[in-house]
């Protein structure tokens, strides 16, 4: 059964940092597009960032560029998000999330492209 595991949520102040990972189980991370999304409450499900399979091009929404950092260890099968600098307004539920195949780099942070998703972790951010 495919699986994927986040974790490494939390609270933490503002400007403060979190990792945060996602395992994978019974599919192979290093073959996917694989991205995090999040939602805050009341809001939509956004995307945040994305490896795209496989040229392995990262994507950041403009909300996050250069704070935070997207990787993948294909030994562990595990993904992760760096989040620097973290803000109020970054408070939401994070989901990871693995697709087969996006065709188009515009689709990336389109949600029906995905085809595996995590149960999310809480960050929230405050003081």
């Known amino acids: 059964q495919v699986q994927l595991v986040e974790s490494g949520g939390g609270l933490v102040q503002p400007g403060g940092s979190l990792r945060l990972s996602c395992a994978a189980s019974e599919i192979e991370l290093e073959h996917l597009t694989i991205a995090w999304f999040r939602q805050a409450p009341g809001k939509e499900r956004e995307g945040v960032s994305c490896?795209?399979?496989?040229?392995?091009?990262?994507y950041y929404s403009d909300s996050v560029k250069g704070r935070f950092i997207i990787s993948r260890d294909n030994a562990k099968n595990t993904m992760y998000l760096q989040m620097n600098d973290l803000r109020p307004e970054d408070t939401a539920i994070y989901y990871c999330?693995?697709?087969?195949?996006?065709?188009?780099?515009?689709?990336?942070?389109?949600?029906?492209?995905?085809?595996?998703w995590g149960r999310g972790t809480q960050v929230t951010v405050s003081s």
């Open positions: 490896i795209h399979n496989p040229d392995d091009v990262t």
């Open positions: 999330a693995a697709a087969k195949m996006v065709y188009y780099s515009h689709y990336v942070f389109r949600i029906d492209e995905y085809d595996y």
